[in-house]
Structure formats: structure tokens, C-alpha cells
């Protein structure tokens, strides 16, 4: 069975380059989202995100006639469900708080809101990040709302064949490079059946030109959270080691240079934390599920998660010594820049930074100015409303306390010294 109509629910930085790749090979698509806003722009052929090459596309496929998005489900023959997975506690940076639950509101609600136009032969496909048994909770949160099909469980290869096919998809795609990525990568394919996996790679195999390597429904969960929890590892001791260098008035940065000479070492940079939807997220889901046996990775996170906060008490040791070389002056003639917002380079993307969340501790703690230099966004957040959106050359020119926290190219092409620098990436 071909897949003439394609639906995608959830168009955000994930659902909305996956509906295009798909549109863009002249298939049908229909992309559901709960945004109105969001759903406007993409039917005037704009996107309401930044990602690179992705407006042409979508512009030219809704000109076209082969990308439209609603606010309600429509029949199709895939759906692919790509909505946020947050958590319920808002404490998990806290390295003394509960472990956060994982809330599946999201996917529970998106089934749901699909589950009328389902028809026997559909395909099932849950590409949000995930803790493992999501997609089997999916596929009961399905078979209560549609009795009169037959849905796949984890008996389901022992049994008659099933209506709905279901898999889980994990996307493995960098911000900044999505278009390129969703196509030239290999695809991890987690069908609950043989079956179920053979529909979806004959499903991503209409744009995808990476391997489809199939596994089960619980593997391919427990691959995209194992990818990004050995990062976050691997984070967390390059930020140990910045603690521990500083404290021994070690340069850090000529350290690990040294160091990765050796043929077999590769340690990565530190930075002022772990931010992104990924890395900073995705270990609490395997930790959550096993919070006895999960103890590197869950020292890991507490490492990273408590990264800002050494910076910020950094931030105030500056202002404190600035103050000391300079007598006549307050903390409110105290001007601080933060030099980058993003939780990475070259993106406009805010969520989970830590960037973000050092900058609003010090423009809390701060009575002077506090500047943020972000150039990749026009406005700030409401949640930065007491800080200064402003340019590089005025942040440099006017700043007393300067701190690095994006290594922006914009950043990488200048150069900046000062008493007073703050460098949580090396670059000045």
C-alpha cells in the first residue's frame, strides 16, 4: 500500500522539516498543529522557526499545493507524531530534588486527537524523544479510543495481523542543519512487528536516503536517549575539569589541548553547561526509569545542571573585584554583557540554555545594567524583559564585566581583553 497523504502532528523544529521533506517529493501533507499562529504562517508559505534552507522548501510546497496545515487531524495514511515529551517537575536542575516524571500529555493528546480519522492499513509513527514503553502507552491510548481496530502489543507477532501499523522513529538531526541532515542520515526503524517496521521504512525511504537499520519499538527509544546521555557524560567531565583547573589555576583549554594529542583521547570543550532539547533532557528520561542502576548518568546531569551556577557565583566575584580596583564606584554603575543566549552556536533557538538561564540569574542579583548580546534573535524573551537587547560593538565598547557564554562566529571573528572577562568557552 502506497502513502498518498502524509500527516505530521506537531510542527515544530522537528515535525515542521519532516513535512516539507515529505512535500517536497510531491507528496501529499498534512500538518497538524495545536498553534494558530503557527498554522497561519505555514499556509502563507512562511515558517515560524529559523532553520536554515527550510522556508524555501516549505514556501514552494504550499505554492505547489502539497503542504497545508490545520489545527484538526485529516484523514491520511501516515501519521507521524513529533510533540514536545517535557516533564512534570520543574525542580530537576536541583541537585537535591526528586527525579522528574516524564509527561506524556503531549503524545497521549495527539494520539487521541487522531484516533477518529484512523482507518484500517494506517501507520503509526512516534518520533517524539521518548522514555522507553512510550510507544507501547501510545498504542493502548489508541486501542481505547478505536475498539474496531486491531492495534499491535507486545504479543502482537504471536497473533493475527494487525489494522494499524506503529513504530517508533527517533529523529537524529543537528539544529542548523536539519534539511540536510533528516535525508543523509541513517534511520533507527522500532516497529512493534516485523511488519510495523517494514511500512515505515517504505514510509521515510520516500526522502530518506541514510539507512534504515530496524529494531524494536523499545531499542529505538533507548537509542536516541543512550546517544545523547553518553554526550552529556562526556560534557559533564570536560566541565569537571574546568572546575578542577581553575581551582588549581590550571588553563583549561591548553590542558585538554595537550591532552587529546594522544591518539586515543578526544575530550570535548566546557562550556557554562548543557542546554537544547537533547542532551540536557534526554538522560532524566533513562534515569527515570531506572534511577537506582542510571548513577553515572545521573551524576552527569547533576554536573552539568549545576555548571551555571558556578558561573554566576564567577560573575559576582568579578563585580566584587572591580568594585575593590575601583573605589568610587556602586554596583549600579556595574555594567555586565552577556555574550550569547542560545544553548549553542549559530542558532536562535533559547530552550534549555544555560546561557539563557545565567543570564537571568545575574540580571537578578545584578543592580547595575546588564546587556545581553544575542545576534541571532530580534527580541528578547519576556522572561529577560529586565535585560538590554544590544550589539556586540556597543556590549564591548561599554561593558564593565564581560561574559562569554556562545561562541558565536560573530564572537570568533572579534577579539576582546579585559580585566574582567569571564571566557566559559575559550574563544577570547
Known amino acids: 500500500m502506497s502513502f498518498n497523504t502524509i500527516s505530521?502532528?506537531?510542527?515544530?523544529?522537528?515535525?515542521?522539516?519532516?513535512?516539507?521533506?515529505?512535500?517536497?517529493?510531491?507528496?501529499?501533507?498534512?500538518?497538524?498543529?495545536?498553534?494558530?499562529?503557527?498554522?497561519?504562517?505555514?499556509?502563507?508559505?512562511?515558517?515560524?522557526?529559523?532553520?536554515?534552507?527550510?522556508?524555501?522548501?516549505?514556501?514552494t510546497a504550499v505554492k505547489d499545493g502539497y503542504f497545508k496545515a490545520t489545527t484538526k487531524p485529516e484523514p491520511a495514511d501516515a501519521f507521524l507524531i513529533a510533540v514536545p515529551t517535557p516533564f512534570k517537575s520543574s525542580n530537576k536542575n536541583q541537585r537535591d530534588s526528586v527525579i522528574p516524571e516524564p509527561d506524556l500529555s503531549y503524545i497521549k493528546a495527539a494520539s487521541e486527537s487522531i484516533a477518529p480519522v484512523l482507518k484500517k492499513g494506517d501507520l503509526v509513527i512516534l518520533e517524539s524523544t521518548s522514555p522507553v514503553g512510550a510507544t507501547e502507552q501510545m498504542?493502548?491510548?489508541?486501542?481505547?479510543?478505536?475498539?474496531?481496530?486491531?492495534?499491535?502489543?507486545?504479543?502482537s507477532e504471536f497473533t493475527a495481523d494487525v489494522d494499524v501499523n506503529i513504530a517508533h522513529c527517533p529523529e537524529?538531526?543537528?539544529?542548523?542543519?536539519?534539511?540536510?541532515?533528516?535525508?543523509?542520515?541513517?534511520?533507527?526503524?522500532?516497529?512493534?512487528?516485523?511488519?510495523?517496521?517494514?511500512?515505515a521504512i517504505e514510509l521515510y525511504k520516500i526522502f530518506v536516503e541514510g539507512e534504515c537499520v530496524v529494531t524494536n519499538a523499545r531499542t529505538a527509544e533507548m537509542a536516541k536517549l543512550t546517544e545523547n546521555s553518553c554526550r552529556d557524560v562526556q560534557i559533564a567531565f570536560a566541565n569537571e575539569l574546568s572546575v578542577i583547573c581553575d581551582k588549581l589555576d590550571i588553563n583549561v583549554w591548553e590542558l585538554i589541548s595537550l591532552a587529546n594529542r594522544?591518539?586515543?583521547?578526544?575530550?570535548?570543550?566546557?562550556?557554562?553547561?548543557?542546554?537544547?532539547?537533547?542532551?540536557?533532557v534526554d538522560p532524566w528520561f533513562i534515569i527515570s526509569k531506572t534511577p537506582e542502576e542510571a548513577e553515572l548518568i545521573h551524576a552527569a546531569r547533576r554536573i552539568n545542571d549545576d555548571k551555571p551556577q558556578w558561573v554566576v557565583e564567577k560573575v559576582k566575584l568579578a563585580i566584587a573585584d572591580f568594585l575593590q580596583a575601583n573605589p568610587t564606584k556602586t554596583a549600579k554603575d556595574v555594567t555586565v554583557?552577556?555574550?550569547?543566549?542560545?544553548?549553542?552556536?549559530?542558532?536562535?533557538?533559547?530552550?534549555?540554555?544555560p546561557a539563557l538561564n545565567i543570564a537571568k540569574q545575574v540580571e537578578e542579583l545584578h543592580s547595575g545594567p546588564v546587556l545581553a548580546v544575542e545576534p541571532n534573535i530580534e527580541t528578547l524573551p519576556e522572561s529577560l524583559e529586565g535585560l538590554s537587547l544590544t550589539s556586540l560593538e556597543e556590549a564591548k565598547d561599554s561593558a564593565?564585566?564581560?561574559?562569554?557564554?556562545?561562541?558565536?562566529?560573530?564572537?570568533?571573528?572579534?577579539?576582546?581583553?579585559?580585566d574582567y572577562l569571564i571566557d566559559t568557552k575559550g574563544i577570547w
Open 139 to 155: 498504542a493502548d491510548w489508541l486501542a481505547s479510543a478505536r475498539p474496531d481496530l486491531v492495534f499491535p502489543s507486545l504479543t
Open 172 to 199: 537524529r538531526v543537528l539544529p542548523g542543519r536539519v534539511v540536510e541532515e533528516l535525508v543523509s542520515n541513517d534511520r533507527v526503524i522500532g516497529g512493534m512487528t516485523e511488519a510495523c517496521s517494514t511500512r
Open 8 to 59: 505530521v502532528v506537531g510542527l515544530g523544529y522537528i515535525g515542521l522539516p519532516t513535512a516539507a521533506m515529505f512535500a517536497s517529493r510531491k507528496k501529499t501533507v498534512i500538518g497538524v498543529d495545536v498553534n494558530q499562529k503557527a498554522v497561519d504562517t505555514i499556509n502563507q508559505g512562511r515558517i515560524h522557526i529559523v532553520e536554515p534552507g527550510l522556508e524555501t522548501i516549505v514556501s
Open 262 to 280: 594522544h591518539p586515543r583521547i578526544n575530550i570535548l570543550q566546557p562550556g557554562p553547561g548543557v542546554g537544547g532539547h537533547c542532551i540536557a
Open 400 to 418: 564593565d564585566i564581560h561574559l562569554m557564554l556562545v561562541d558565536h562566529k560573530e564572537f570568533k571573528r572579534t577579539a576582546l581583553e579585559s
Open 337 to 353: 554583557a552577556c555574550y550569547g543566549l542560545a544553548f549553542k552556536p549559530d542558532i536562535d533557538d533559547l530552550r534549555e540554555s
